[in-house]
């Protein structure tokens, strides 16, 4: 299994950034897929996850009507489309994946939302 974030950046704040994941290993399009997050001294936290077909969607509270999950079953990317970007939202964003009971993790890609 791997996982490879890009997209990530600096942008000012209110500005927007899209994150991509691309998977490469299994079956993408059995599995569920999530973006989580981690902040220096914070723990890592789930943002946002997708179903397997795309179909149900489920964020953090201090991100709904900002972020979207999305993904393309036939590229084998998952994508996290983030608006309204707030200070608070700078952190090191991975994409995730459980298979078989074993977590996979990308290498994490930087977010930082400064002026």
């Known amino acids: 299994v791997q996982l490879v974030e890009s997209g990530g950046g600096l942008v000012q704040p209110g500005g927007s950034l899209r994150l991509s994941c691309a998977a490469s290993?299994?079956?993408?399009?059995?599995?569920?897929m999530s973006w989580y997050r981690q902040a220096p001294g914070k723990e890592r936290e789930l943002v946002a996850g997708?179903?397997?077909?795309?179909?149900?969607?489920n964020y953090a509270n201090s991100v709904k009507g900002r972020f979207t999950i999305s993904r393309d079953n036939g590229r084998n990317t998952v994508y996290l489309q983030m608006n309204s970007l707030k200070p608070e939202d700078t952190a090191v964003y991975y994409c995730?994946?459980?298979?078989?009971?074993?977590?996979?993790w990308g290498q994490g890609t930087q977010v930082t939302v400064s002026s």
């Open positions: 995730y994946v459980k298979k078989y009971s074993i977590d996979y």
């Open positions: 290993g299994f079956t993408f399009r059995a599995y569920d």
């Open positions: 997708i179903s397997s077909n795309g179909r149900m969607t």
